[in-house]
């Protein structure tokens, strides 16, 4: 079932060209759903690449911000295990 796409006129204008640089560089002529088809094909592919691309900034953190969270943390040289978590979780 096909589903109508809503782009603005720059992105329908790259379309176009991608579709026909398939057609000149391949002989192969392509549909436009075909184009966006490959496309969304290689974006799931690469999912962490495509989502990070819409992030805004950097995700790493600096090494004075690293530096920041460890000090706030603390040693009480008791050692936790699951079991322990468990029991202090649910009892």
Same mark, same amino acid.
């Given at each position: 079932?096909?589903?109508? +796409?809503?782009?603005?006129?720059?992105?329908?204008?790259?379309?176009?060209?991608?579709?026909?640089?398939?057609?000149?560089?391949? =002989?192969?002529? +392509?549909?436009?759903? @075909? +184009?966006?088809?490959?496309?969304?094909?290689?974006?799931? /592919? #690469?999912?962490?690449?495509? $989502?990070?691309?819409?992030?805004?900034? #950097?995700?790493?953190?600096? &090494?004075? @911000?690293?530096?920041?969270?460890? /000090?706030?943390?603390?040693? #009480?040289? $008791? &050692?936790?295990?699951?079991?322990?978590?468990?029991?202090?979780?649910? =009892?």
């Amino acid at each position: 079932m096909a589903t109508a +796409v809503k782009m603005d006129e720059d992105t329908k204008s790259r379309l176009e060209e991608l579709q026909a640089a398939i057609k000149l560089e391949t =002989g192969t002529k +392509v549909t436009q759903q @075909e +184009v966006l088809e490959r496309l969304v094909e290689d974006a799931y /592919e #690469s999912r962490d690449e495509f $989502v990070d691309s819409f992030r805004d900034g #950097s995700t790493a953190l600096s &090494e004075e @911000e690293i530096a920041r969270f460890h /000090e706030g943390q603390i040693s #009480s040289d $008791v &050692e936790t295990d699951e079991d322990d978590i468990d029991e202090i979780l649910y =009892g």
